[in-house]
């Protein structure tokens, strides 16, 4: 073994769990640019955002100056059922892969949502909660968000309406059925149940859905319905910032053993998971503690980073949303229906967007197929089968654990495994009986789609 010493699993203790976010805004010289209304075309006001979002949220979604904010005890203890979550060496992919590099996943998994969003979810419904609010509404794509917001809300006795869009609605029923366990409403989307949805279903007939109709639909929802508020589960600086907790315990368990990675890789779709791990280390190298490699992987069918235009962007289709400056293939992109599933959003969360653009990150895209080989390849040594998300992210850190293998190089690289798979069965099929197609849009499809991104 390469190193005895490290153990297959880095555990923290309860009292090693952090007692606070990490805003890393706070660490910005440049900050993100801020939401626009799209009426007047002015940063939205936190009065503004109030009648969609709940009031606490949006002050965290609003402070670009504190570092440090405090985590309630009641997310904490709620926290402490599932978390800390491990830090786990991949000392069988590294032997079965014969690379120098060490390799270590965060992993997510372990529990019963099946991803990181719970940690988001719970926070959300928490301040909902506070408000005195009756309910939420949210949408969900593969269905994970959807998930963990309803485990979040029967917890804490609040009413949850999800929005699915309507191509997983009918591929995972399974994910529905859990939902309804918690005791959430779920409508496949675009649905007759809201003006915008009917609009959608006019203009695209027979159309199975996006994650930007599956917004609109539920903002529409919240702010037609007395006490109701809208949360989302990743691109907003808010998901970030809850998201950091992966981030700080990951920190944690590698200082306890005085590792220093070189290079830490996440899957992006809105940003929160990869944002969340990056955080804490983003921050070293912001204030030139520490230097990192950063990478986002995305998918080739939807590459908002690689190959999208950082602008001004409604981030639904509807356009019933503020303005977000992202990294964006246009809200009126819609991805083929295949299986990048979490993957799908057309723009990407405004911070990563701005680290970015700075040069501070990298990003790549990559083919369903390889993918799907890559999780395959670490189910078999790793013992997890990995979310079909979360593989984007092991399909990176094979390919860099790999160049090591030719340079001789002994890298520390970290990732984050973002979940489970076992609502993507069809998916590992259709992968397994060779019927998995590489869809990658056109650079003419992109452009089209991005020309009609509103001019500012
Ligand atoms: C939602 C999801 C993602 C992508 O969302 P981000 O906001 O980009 O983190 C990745 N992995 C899993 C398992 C997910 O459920």
């Known amino acids: 073994m390469a190193n005895e010493k490290i153990p ?29 209304n799209p009426g007047t075309g002015k940063p939205m006001t936190a009065a503004e955002l ?43 992919l590294e032997e079965k892969l014969q690379t120098p590099a060490k390799i270590y996943y965060k992993f997510e998994g372990n529990n019963t949502s099946g991803s990181h969003k719970l940690n988001s979810a719970i926070a959300q419904a928490y301040y909902a909660k506070k408000q005195g609010l009756k309910g ?22 609040l009413d949850c309406k999800v929005y699915m869009v309507k191509v997983s609605y009918e591929q995972k029923p399974f994910r529905r059925e859990v939902m309804r366990t918690y005791g959430a409403s779920v409508t496949p989307s675009p649905s007759t149940e809201t003006e915008v949805g009917k609009r959608i279903l006019e ?7 996006s994650l930007g109709c599956a917004i609109s639909e539920a903002v529409e929802a919240a702010v037609t319905h007395e006490g109701y508020r809208y949360v989302l589960g ?20 590698l200082d306890k053993y005085g590792i220093k990675p070189d290079i830490i890789i996440g899957c992006a779709g809105g940003g929160s998971n990869l944002g969340g791990l990056i955080s804490p280390f983003m921050g070293e190298k912001l204030r030139g503690e520490a230097d990192y490699r950063f990478i986002a992987v995305e998918p080739a069918s939807c590459p908002s980073l690689t190959r999208g235009k950082y602008l001004y962007d409604f981030c639904d289709t509807g356009k019933v949303c503020p303005l977000a400056k992202m990294y964006t293939l ?21 911070i990563l967007s701005e680290l970015y653009d700075q040069g501070l990150m990298e990003a790549r895209s990559v083919k369903q197929t390889d993918v799907f080989e890559a999780a395959e390849a670490f ?70 789609s991005i020309a009609k991104v509103p001019q500012l």
């Open 330 to 350: 246009g809200s009126g992109f819609i991805p083929a229906p295949n299986h990048a599933g979490g993957l799908r959003y057309h723009g990407m969360s405004s």
């Open 379 to 448: 189910a078999r040594v790793e013992g997890i089968l990995p979310a079909p998300e979360s593989a984007h992210a092991i399909r990176a850190a094979i390919d860099e654990a790999l160049k090591c293998k030719e340079t001789g190089e002994e890298k520390t690289i970290v990732f984050g495994l973002t979940g489970t798979g076992y609502f993507d069965m069809y998916a590992y099929e259709k992968f397994h009986d060779g019927k998995m197609t590489d869809y990658i849009p056109t650079d003419e499809e992109l452009a089209a």
């Open 136 to 157: 939420v509404t949210t949408e969900t794509g593969a269905g994970q968000w959807g998930t963990a917001l309803s485990m979040a809300c029967s917890y804490f006795g």
């Open 50 to 92: 109030e009648q969609v979002f709940c009031k606490e949220l949006v002050a965290q979604e609003l402070n670009e100056t504190d570092r440090l904010i405090p985590i309630p005890e009641e997310i904490r203890n709620f926290y402490r059922m599932y978390r800390p979550s491990p830090l786990v060496r991949a000392y069988c």
């Open 234 to 253: 990743s691109v907003l600086s808010q998901v970030l910032l809850h998201q950091s907790v992966i981030g700080l315990e990951t920190k944690a368990a």
């Open 203 to 209: 203009q695209f007939p027979g159309t199975t859905g």
């Open 8 to 36: 297959y699993k880095i555990y923290l203790e309860e009292k090693e769990m952090p007692q606070s976010w990490y805003n890393v805004r706070a660490d910005m010289k440049k900050k993100p640019a801020p939401l626009l």
